[in-house]
């Protein structure tokens, strides 16, 4: 039972990365963009710990935190840049 669920896990998350990079590349907003590589860094947050899950190897949950500081981080200065011109004031 829980084989099936973690493929259907890898597959919703795999789906919704495809679908994030189709906004990414037809976004007519730099917003929407900004969105879509906010959300496909959550996916592949997901992806990891599914991956982490289905192994049985603690390491991708310390990768997972890592992806989530980047994926945060990332987002926050592309975001200021957007807005301001600028990251650093």
């Known amino acids: 039972m829980m084989d099936i669920a973690l493929i259907i896990a ?15 590349v037809l976004g007519p907003t730099p ?3 900004i969105l879509a590589l906010d959300t496909m ?8 710990v599914v991956l982490g899950i289905h192994q049985g190897l603690q390491i991708y949950f310390e990768v997972s935190l890592l992806i989530a500081m980047l994926g945060f981080v990332s ?8 807005l301001r011109g600028d990251i650093i004031e």
Request: glycine residues 8%.
């Open 75 to 82: 987002t926050v200065a592309l975001a200021r840049f957007i």
């Open 41 to 48: 860094v959550v996916n592949a947050l997901g992806l990891v």
């Open 10 to 24: 890898f597959i919703t998350l795999a789906l919704g990365q495809i679908l994030s990079m189709v906004r990414l």
């Open 31 to 33: 917003g929407d963009r």
